[in-house]
């Protein structure tokens, strides 16, 4: 009984550990979240509406899609997974 009972613990702690987000598992949803949210912003903002903080969001969102297809240095790769990690 006592086996069995160790047996389902080690099941659990194995299930737990495979769902827990790692750094790139965090950042690659910190990345999709932000370039959904600019997409969406960018299908309903006039350019007069546009502030500093709308401006560096679509500035940073395509900075991801540069880094997404490998188009950028490899020292502002690690800025943007450093801000995003922050």
């Given at each position: 009984?006592?086996n069995?009972?160790?047996?389902?613990?080690?099941?659990?702690?194995?299930?737990?550990a495979?769902?827990?987000?790692?750094?790139?598992?965090?950042?690659?949803?910190?990345?999709r979240?932000?370039?959904?949210?600019?997409?969406?912003?960018?299908?309903?903002?006039?350019?007069?509406?546009?502030d500093?903080?709308?401006?560096?969001?679509?500035?940073?969102?395509?900075?991801?899609?540069?880094?997404?297809?490998?188009?950028?240095?490899?020292?502002?790769?690690e800025?943007?997974i450093?801000?995003?990690?922050?």
């Amino acid at each position: 009984m006592l086996n069995r009972f160790h047996a389902i613990l080690d099941d659990a702690r194995e299930a737990v550990a495979a769902n827990r987000p790692t750094l790139s598992t965090a950042a690659k949803a910190h990345y999709r979240e932000e370039l959904t949210r600019d997409d969406m912003e960018r299908a309903v903002r006039k350019p007069k509406d546009q502030d500093f903080y709308s401006y560096s969001r679509s500035i940073y969102a395509g900075k991801l899609r540069l880094l997404v297809a490998g188009k950028i240095s490899r020292e502002e790769a690690e800025s943007l997974i450093g801000f995003a990690a922050d």
